[in-house]
């Protein structure tokens, strides 16, 4: 008899049909949900995208995280409200019992306590409407008042405040001049301005017709307006003069609201809403007959809202998401789903096994098993050729078509292998044994210690699953390991750091798992590559179950509602789904594809869609800033710029993304400056403390369960400097300084001054002396050569070589003032003397000059004239011997901060120079350079100096070599 339940739930395929026991869920809210009331008259979604319900304990403003409730203590004037109306400058206004007026603006209650241009408006009756005219004009009706308008320069005006007309339950404006007021009597055309009724008090009502106390009504066209009264709906056409009955089901059925969206018109009944549609001209479609429904609202993602009198409000989903209502599966915690053989459902509940047909009638499996009586929890059911094979927490049991048979050992899972051998995972490990080898073992207690010798892993295993390149997956309590096709034992996957995996999946070249506190991880090539968790829209990180759909979306489940993944791994989209889009829970157990259909195991019963319909296309978020605090004290946002001062540096700032089906499951990026990276969090506020001075903007982004980013919302905001820190008190702090030093210093230098200059006096006296003995002497040489020229005869060489002595002379004035002269002055001068010398000794000898490429030879400077007495020494003392070619060269190279001046000549040396200078005239050039020297390193760290060297070869002297050195 097991067999043959089991075979007859197998012959039916699962698809879709209208005689399904089925339903769309309904989310409830009450007072326990935050809301202030049970009673909601009315619902309202503002031009920001928060929806508003008003109840007869105030108002209740919901964002999609929570309701903020508001009473007489916020600023409200009245904790009973019947209505809303926005206006073009999004002021809120509240239709309220008590006739007192209030509005809500930029998170702000006002009544005439705090705007006394409301003054004139309160009463102590009803508002039943508001409206507003094209000259921003605001206009309301009150029950027992008239009608009254606030213009937009603040004037009030009253009208038909004589009881004339009778109670006024509402109005409209047509054509921005005429007001039609609707009556206890009827609809009436008037002039206000003129203060009279048209057409002598005409009213639109045909006779017999019931009153209109208490009516509710909206506009159908330019033309016809419905109304309401008690249990009828009419429309009126004001043009026509006709009036018809467009609903009317019993006296019973009393009407309480009329709502409309586009084509739809709802009518909110005692019992139940009806949907109408305007252009099929009938009723649609009756639904929540149980409930007093007071308002509708169609919200910007296409949800419906439906206000109760006594019973809370009801969301209901546009996703069309159905939940299984047969009895023992509705509302009862499912943990697995499994493909049958032959398109037929399994799912595990509990200790139970049951099948579901095409008509979504459950089939139970009652086994004769006194162990699965007493609770033995069903953990896998696996299906081969003939049997099916249950996993337990207690037995692995096999069902054949006329008997039953199981082993004494706990199972979490179960597997075939091409070589037709059972792989069992168990509390004690991985078992891996020939299938007939099970036959031997059955009904044995104690037959762990007889399997040990199948036993391939010691550690609690829970999961088998096999890819298509036919490795086998192996996941414990803490590990992974893989089983390739060859025989050489199993592989660890080291990576996922002791987290338990809950289910595989395979899609291209990759296999995915979904874990117990990692969000998605997938494998490629025996090695994680990525994973996809809450930080980049996953709904949580515990994923229970994981599912590959034929057009590569991945499905995955968690603790926290549905997901759905596309576009991997190039363009991954993560949208979310809970119980705002109609599942009966957020908690989901498990996921199975079935061709078009998606059914989900949860902790209350089945849901099943039509993935082709779910997936309807939603706007992001809408990003709003919210408030901003400064210093844990809230401050009024200027939309263009927020200055703070330095002391006020500790900034909150709170904000949100509108999605109102979206449950709080909304993920926000964020940065402070344009060039920063964005950080993420799910928190609705950011506190940034202690920040320094300087100009920022704050962005921000939201993404909800369509996976798409919303467009950014700014905050700019800028902390002063202190005022030490200005450029003004840093510049008077700076001049008082300078002059604080300055007066000290120049008592310091007046008690030095007369021993500073007469230093500086004797040093530049010095130096000038000896520059003026370089110069005698040197002129003095070079007129003795012009004499010998003029002696030999030769007026013309003697007339050149005056030229370049008189040139030379110039350069040498023009330096007279100065002690020192950058390289490029003077090697002019040192080249217009080697010149004159070559030329007076007929050119015995030759020279070069280099200067280093890496100097700059306008740049570095050296003492005015240091060169040439060792250049005249080479010549006059060095190039004495006659007969011979002489050669002389000057060098500048630049080494670590210091210029390096060397003068190399091929003479006759410097011993054998002074032996001669004995005998002729004593040169005074170097004892000059040495004194000049002395004078210019006074108070110098770093000391200029030279050396003169004999190059010697072969035992005789090769020439002079002199070094100088110039710090810089």
């Known amino acids: 008899m097991i067999f043959r339940s089991i075979f007859f739930c197998l012959l039916f395929g699962l698809g ?19 809301l202030p009331s049970s009673t909601i008259y009315s619902i309202f979604q503002d031009s920001k995208g928060y929806i508003w319900f008003a109840t007869d304990q105030g108002v209740s403003r919901y964002d999609g995280y929570q309701f903020n409730n508001y009473t007489i203590s916020d600023g409200l004037s009245d904790s009973e409200v019947f209505n809303f109306f926005e206006d073009s400058s999004t002021r809120i206004w509240f239709y309220t019992l008590n006739g007192k007026v209030s509005y809500y603006l930029d998170g702000s209650f006002y009544n005439s306590q705090n705007d006394s241009t409301l003054l004139g408006l309160d009463s102590n009756s009803m508002i039943t409407s508001v409206f507003e005219d094209n000259s921003k004009n605001i206009w309301m009706t009150v029950y027992n008042y008239g009608l009254l308008k606030y213009s937009h320069d603040e004037i009030i005006e009253r009208y038909f405040q004589d009881d004339s007309l009778g109670h006024i339950s509402g109005a409209f404006l047509q054509n921005n001049d005429s007001v039609y007021l609707i009556a206890g009597s009827g609809i009436f055309p008037t002039v206000p301005n003129l203060k009279k009724i048209t057409e002598n008090k005409k009213k639109f009502l045909p006779p017999g017709s019931a009153d209109l106390y208490n009516s509710k009504f ?23 003069d006709t009036l018809s009955v467009i609903f009317h089901k019993s006296e019973k059925i009393h009407v309480n609201n009329i709502c409309k969206f586009d084509d739809e018109v709802w009518i909110c009944t005692s019992h139940g809403t009806y949907e109408y549609s305007i252009q099929r001209k009938k009723i649609l479609k009756n639904i929540l007959m149980e409930q007093n429904i007071s308002s509708v609202l169609k919200d910007s993602e296409g949800n419906y809202w439906f206000g109760t009198l006594g019973n809370g409000l009801l969301f209901h989903s546009v996703n069309r998401i159905y939940t299984v209502k047969e009895k023992g599966v509705y509302n009862q915690k499912i943990t697995t ?40 929890g069903v953990n896998r059911i696996r299906f081969d050729k003939k049997n099916i094979w249950l996993a337990t927490n207690i037995l692995l049991i096999r069902i054949a078509e006329f008997s039953q ?37 059955k009904n044995r207690i104690g037959i762990v210690d007889q399997m040990e010798i199948y036993r391939v892993l010691k550690q609690r295993t829970n999961k088998i699953f096999k890819e298509s390149r036919n490795n086998i997956y192996i996941a414990t309590e803490s590990e992974v390991y893989i089983k390739g096709n060859d025989e050489r034992g199993l592989k660890l996957l080291p990576q996922l750091n002791g987290v338990k995996v809950n289910r595989f999946a395979e899609f291209g070249n990759r296999i995915f798992l979904s874990t117990q506190g990692l969000g998605v991880v997938s494998i490629l090539k025996d090695e994680i590559k990525d994973s996809i968790n809450s930080s980049k829209g996953l709904s949580s990180n515990v994923c229970t179950a994981i599912a590959i759909d034929n057009d590569s979306t991945i499905w995955v489940t968690t603790n926290k509602g549905l997901n759905r993944i596309s576009g991997y791994p190039d363009n991954v989209k993560i949208e979310t789904f809970g119980t705002f889009d109609g599942l009966s829970t957020n908690v989901i157990n498990d996921v199975l594809i079935r061709n078009d259909t998606v059914w989900l195991a949860t902790d209350k019963g089945l849901n099943f869609f039509n993935k082709n319909d779910f997936l309807s296309k939603k706007s992001p978020p809408k990003m709003l800033i919210e408030s901003m605090n400064v210093d844990g004290r809230p401050i009024k946002i200027n939309k263009s710029e927020n200055l703070f001062s330095y002391d006020q540096n500790d900034i909150s700032i709170s904000y949100v993304g509108l999605s109102p089906s979206s449950g709080g499951n909304i993920l926000y990026r964020y940065k402070l400056s344009d060039n920063s990276p964005w950080k993420f969090t799910r928190n609705r506020s950011i506190n940034f403390s202690a920040l320094s001075p300087g100009d920022y903007t704050f962005t921000i982004a939201a993404k909800g369960k369509t996976g798409d980013w919303s467009s950014s919302n700014s905050l700019r905001f ?55 003995q370089i110069s005698p002497h040197f002129i003095f040489n070079a007129l003795n050569s012009i004499q010998g020229e003029l002696l030999k005869k030769q007026p013309e060489i003697a007339l050149s070589y005056l030229g370049k002595l008189g040139k030379l002379m110039r350069e040498v004035l023009d330096q007279s003032d100065r002690l020192f002269v950058d390289i490029s002055q003077e090697v002019s001068i040192l080249t217009n003397y ?19 490429p890496d100097i700059d030879i306008h740049k570095l400077k050296v003492p005015s004239m240091i060169i040439q007495p060792f250049v005249e020494n080479s010549i006059w003392h060095g190039f004495s011997e006659p007969g011979k070619s002489y050669e002389l060269s000057v060098n500048f190279d630049y080494e670590q901060e210091d210029l390096i001046i060397t003068i190399k000549d091929n003479g006759i040396g410097v011993e054998k120079a002074k032996q001669m200078t004995k005998k002729s005239h004593n040169s005074k050039g170097l004892n000059m350079v040495l004194e000049r020297l002395d004078a210019l390193n006074y108070k110098r760290e770093r000391k200029m100096r030279f050396r003169i060297e004999e190059i010697t070869g072969k035992g005789s002297s090769n020439g002079t070599i002199v070094e100088i050195i110039v710090p810089q």
């Open 337 to 376: 789903l499994i493909n049958g053989i032959d398109s037929s459902l399994w799912f595990i509940k509990s200790n139970k096994i049951e099948c579901l047909n095409s008509n979504l009638n459950v089939k139970t499996l009652n086994f004769n098993d006194k162990m699965l009586e007493k609770g033995n």
């Open 718 to 772: 800028k902390i002063l400097k202190p005022y030490w820190q200005t450029y003004i008190f840093i510049l008077f702090v700076g001049l008082f300084a300078v002059i604080i030093i300055g007066f000290i210093v120049k008592r310091i230098l007046n008690n030095q001054k007369l021993k500073g200059l007469q230093e500086q006096r004797v040093i530049t006296s010095e130096l000038r002396s000896l520059k003026a």
């Open 16 to 34: 879709f049909n209208k005689a399904w026991s089925q339903e769309r869920n309904y989310l409830t809210f009450n007072e326990e949900d935050g």
């Open 834 to 852: 080697l010149e004159m010398e070559k030329f007076k000794t007929g050119h015995k000898f030759d020279y070069i000059i280099n200067v280093s």
């Open 218 to 240: 909206i506009r159908i066209s330019e033309e016809k307006v419905w109304i309401t009264n008690k249990e009828r709906v009419y429309e009126c056409s004001y043009k026509e």
């Open 405 to 441: 048979s199981s082993l004494f050992i706990s199972t979490k899972d179960i597997f075939f292998d091409d070589s037709d051998r059972l792989w069992i995972a168990s509390a004690k490990g991985l078992y891996i044994l020939p299938k007939e080898e099970f036959n031997n073992l």
